[in-house]
């Protein structure tokens, strides 16, 4: 399973930046895709997560209203759209995976990881 994330960069307060996550290696869409994130110096928490065969989807708190993850089945992508971002969500944003449909934010349910991208929130 091969996990290619783009789409960080450094966005203004109040911005919007939409990452993409290209999934390789699964047969079907029976896999859990989820986004996760850490800044410096923090634990890497749970963005938001989506089934691949439903679309069913868990949002984490700290993003809900501002963040959408959506997926594209035909692209095998996973697309996490980021608005009216501020400082905290600046960090480095990770795409996993798990062959588990089993939807959810934990770590330890996700085995196969992307090298991840910067997302800098700053003016």
């Known amino acids: 399973v091969q996990l290619v994330e783009s789409g960080g960069g450094l966005v203004p307060p109040g911005g919007s930046l939409t990452l993409s996550c290209a999934v390789s290696?699964?047969?079907?869409?029976?896999?859990?895709v989820a986004w996760f994130r850490q800044a410096p110096g923090k634990v890497r928490e749970g963005v938001s997560s989506?089934?691949?065969?439903?679309?069913?989807?868990d949002v984490a708190d700290a993003v809900k209203g501002r963040f959408t993850i959506s997926s594209d089945k035909k692209r095998a992508t996973v697309y996490l759209a980021m608005n009216s971002l501020n400082p905290e969500d600046t960090a480095v944003y990770y795409c996993?995976?798990?062959?588990?449909?089993?939807?959810?934010?934990?770590?330890?349910?996700?085995?196969?990881w992307g090298q991840g991208t910067q997302v800098t929130v700053s003016s």
């Open positions: 996993a995976a798990s062959p588990l449909p089993v939807l959810g934010l934990q770590l330890s349910q996700f085995e196969n």
């Open positions: 290696g699964f047969t079907g869409d029976d896999y859990v």
């Open positions: 989506i089934n691949m065969a439903d679309d069913f989807t």
